[in-house]
């Protein structure tokens, strides 16, 4: 495969015996799928409560088909279409006929055999066909329950940022340019960490934040491998066009990855740049499903919104109180997509989500939430570390676009010489075990 005169490098799969792909597909997808039939299993008189006997059936009828997928998973079975007739599953199935073409000698796709990204999106939209099938559990969120733990274990970050927030408002004219920058920096830094609390990589163990977000600044900022922050407030400082109005004109999109803490971290930013002026439009995209255990859905978004109204604490309060305002003005708003939940690398958007590309080509500045964002960002592949982050990206810029993100997959892109032989050296597990960070920045080449 060639793009651009470059040999483009193999999907990272469980293929490699010993890889953290396979680790993940031998031993963290199966219980993820044991902690969701557990889940179902726990809900049991609630269905009933709810449903009656059609509940219990669809719970029974569930965990069935999810006990037999975990089957699937652990033998290396073959991957099924799916039957589901949702908006997106004749794309899913397109996308596996594609998967099915590239096999060597008459192979079938199966779980150890094919590309880590496609099997572990493949097995949440499994998740997802299960509870399709069997309605009237449809609507349910199998992670509800973790992702609410999550947040409600994070009160103490969540109301010292909130509190941080506030008083920057407070105190927002009287900031010098150097001051504003210097708190976005801090925000963004805040937001980039924040993405440690994924709960799809401790396979739903605790990863909520508990100490002071910005007081850990200082002692984490020599875990940042690559720190373009600087063309981030660049690109945000030359989009602050005077429109006829007067207004400041430029639109932030956030493509969002966690519930409970890294969201809260996310709404903060958003805030800060709202109120200091540096974009006048914040478009947020979630997930149009529950996906890799703790991603933020539209029910997520609304229900931290109010929790946070809520809150028995002034500044956290008042910080819910103003993003309801911002939501109900219009200078927020909140997005899915389908393309978000298949498995597609991002250089695929172009052409299989046209729409979506279009959208993104509208914004000043995207900023890409996380590590499943990154991998579809370079396609998941086994790049050598010196490669530049624009190639890895294959064509896909639509707009000034950057990647915060904590390390969790061994996938990394646009190190320095001899940078990656020295991590290795110093600490083997440098790409997965969440303790390094990348703040990517790539901006496509305008025409003069």
């Not at 193999?10 to 010993?18: C, D, K």
């Not at 963290?28 to 902690?35: A, D, G, V």
């Not at 960070?437 to 080449?445: G, H, L, N, Y």
Request: aromatic share 12%.
């Amino acid at each position: 495969m060639e793009a651009e005169g470059v040999l483009v490098p193999l999907s990272l799969s469980a293929e490699f015996e010993g890889s953290f792909a396979y680790l993940t597909v031998r031993d963290r997808l199966p219980t993820i799928l044991t902690k969701v039939i557990d889940t179902l299993h726990r809900n049991k008189d609630n269905f009933f409560k709810e449903y009656g006997k059609d509940g219990i059936q669809a719970e029974k009828t569930a965990i069935s088909f999810l006990s037999k997928l975990r089957n699937e998973l652990q033998t290396d079975k073959p991957v099924l279409s799916l039957t589901d007739n949702a908006e997106d599953s004749e794309a899913w199935n397109e996308y596996m006929r594609r998967q099915q073409d590239l096999m060597e000698d008459g192979k079938l796709v199966s779980w150890f055999k094919s590309p880590w990204l496609y099997v572990e999106c493949y097995m949440y939209r499994r998740i997802q066909e299960a509870l399709y099938m069997n309605p009237p559990m449809d609507k349910f969120d199998v992670f509800k329950g973790q992702k609410t733990q999550s947040f409600f274990e994070s009160q103490q970050a969540i109301k010292l940022l909130c509190t941080y927030l506030q008083d920057l408002i407070t105190n927002m004219e009287n900031l010098t340019e150097i001051q504003l920058r210097d708190n976005f920096l801090k925000l963004l830094q805040v937001s980039l960490w924040g993405n440690k609390c994924d709960l799809s990589i401790s396979a739903g163990q605790d990863n909520s934040q508990k100490s002071s977000p910005i007081d850990s600044l200082p002692d984490l900022q020599r875990f940042i491998l690559v720190d373009d922050s600087s063309m981030v407030w660049s690109t945000l400082v030359a989009a602050q066009g005077v429109g006829s109005s007067g207004m400041k004109h430029a639109r932030v999109d956030i493509i969002l990855d966690n519930a409970g803490f890294e969201l809260i971290s996310d709404l903060v930013l958003a805030d800060f740049l709202v109120s200091a002026g540096l974009a006048k439009q914040i478009r947020f995209h979630g997930k149009s499903i529950p996906w890799f255990v703790s991603d933020v859905t539209k029910q997520d978004f609304e229900w931290t919104i109010m929790q946070t109204i809520a809150a028995n604490h002034k500044w956290m309060s008042a910080s819910g109180v103003q993003w309801k305002h911002f939501m109900k003005e219009g200078t927020w708003s909140y997005h899915d997509h389908f393309f978000w939940t298949l498995p597609h690398e991002f250089c695929d958007m172009a052409v299989d989500a046209a729409d979506l590309y279009s959208t993104l080509q509208g914004s000043d500045l995207i900023l890409f939430k996380g590590d499943l964002n990154y991998r579809k960002l370079t396609g998941d592949r086994k790049w050598e570390h010196t490669v530049p982050f624009d190639q890895a990206l294959r064509g896909f810029q639509p707009a000034p676009l950057c990647s915060l993100r904590t390390l969790k997959a061994d996938v990394q892109v646009g190190l320095q010489p001899g940078q990656a032989e020295k991590l290795s050296s110093q600490d083997p597990d440098w790409m997965t075990n969440g303790r390094y960070a990348v703040v990517q920045f790539s901006s496509p080449c305008r025409e003069p």
